[in-house]
């Protein structure tokens, strides 16, 4: 076997998935907050997505596109967690940007790598390197300095949004954990997450009293082209994003994930200040943003450091197995 080739097609594969679910990431908060904008109800709209993306796997399996197997009871049971946190976190995120602005939304979401970091210590994981610990605590410090400069405070939407990251940090903990012992591609996961998500959702828009009010709205507003143009890029995104999202994290890990989430939160940060609704630009916006790509980029060194120390092992281990 050539282990080079074995290295660079692991390593494409690490990058390919990063930048993935960052562009994902970043084009899913613009797309949420203009969808937001024109229908407030959040619940239904993230049934709607849950429901695109488990007709897409279930019909792409039945056409033989996808070997993703069927629905196993016993793994649906362990993956029902993941879905409880995924959809919580994703309800919280959705109904904070209501009252929140993109800038400071991304800025609190920001917070998420050490959430990880702090949740992986506590389940076993092990400690970090002082270098990996360092660069995301300096990452936070960033998210603190910029938050600072809101003109626009909101304790609701902030309060949501916080949520928010705490059932971001449980359900990435758990994907990582799970796509490891189960042996699940990110698809299946994904199929078993929207699936699992449904009955919840369904419960959940008519205990609020979306439904049936929901519903007439979206009707409504049906012959207007660019919500449906919109409401439809939404769908496809919800599904991109999901599938980038847990094909990172079983690749990568779950903190990788969350700090790709940071890198890209400065391109959209910069963008959020000029578009559905800008912020003031405050020094010390601009200053946290500066510490916070620094905690990004140390992060980012940290971690290929430790990939090249881990690299010779692997092939080691490869080669040992394959004699």
């Keep these: 076997m050539d282990t080079s080739t074995v290295a660079d097609g692991s390593s494409f594969l690490s990058l390919f998935a990063a930048l993935s679910y960052g562009i994902a990431s970043m084009a899913m908060v613009f797309i949420n907050k203009a969808i937001i904008m024109q229908y407030a109800h959040s619940m239904t709209l993230l049934t709607l997505q849950q429901l695109a993306t488990t007709l897409l796997i279930h019909f792409g399996r039945q056409m033989g596109y996808t070997r993703a197997k069927g629905v196993d009871i016993t793994t649906a049971r362990r993956l029902l967690p993941i879905s409880l946190f995924y959809n919580a976190n994703v309800a919280f995120a959705l109904a904070s940007l209501k009252g929140v602005n993109i800038p400071m939304y991304i800025a609190i979401k920001r917070l998420t790598p050490l959430a990880v970091l702090i949740a992986g210590f506590f389940s076993g994981k092990g400690k970090p390197t002082t270098q990996v610990t360092l660069s995301v605590v300096l990452t936070a410090v960033g998210v603190i300095v910029a938050a600072i400069g809101d003109f626009s405070f909101d304790l609701p939407g902030y309060t949501m949004a916080l949520t928010s990251v705490f059932f971001q940090t449980m359900y990435l903990v758990l994907v990582e954990k799970s ?75 779950a903190l990788t994930t969350t700090i790709v989430g940071v890198l890209k939160g400065v391109g959209s940060t910069t963008l959020g200040f000029v578009l559905l609704g800008g912020v003031q630009v405050h020094g010390l916006n601009v200053t946290g943003l500066v510490i916070n790509t620094a905690g990004g980029v140390w992060y980012s060194y940290a971690k290929y450091q430790q990939k090249k120390i881990k690299a010779p092992k692997v092939v080691m281990d490869l080669e040992a197995h394959r004699r």
């Design 179 to 253: 796509g490891a012992e189960e042996g699940l591609s990110s698809i299946e996961i994904m199929f078993y997450n929207s699936f699992l998500s449904l009955p919840f959702l369904l419960f959940l828009i008519i205990a609020t009293g979306e439904f049936p009010n929901s519903l007439a709205l979206l009707l409504a507003k049906s012959n207007s082209f660019s919500f449906l143009f919109i409401l439809l890029l939404s769908l496809v995104m919800g599904i991109a994003l999901n599938y980038t999202m847990f094909l990172c994290t079983i690749v990568n890990s």
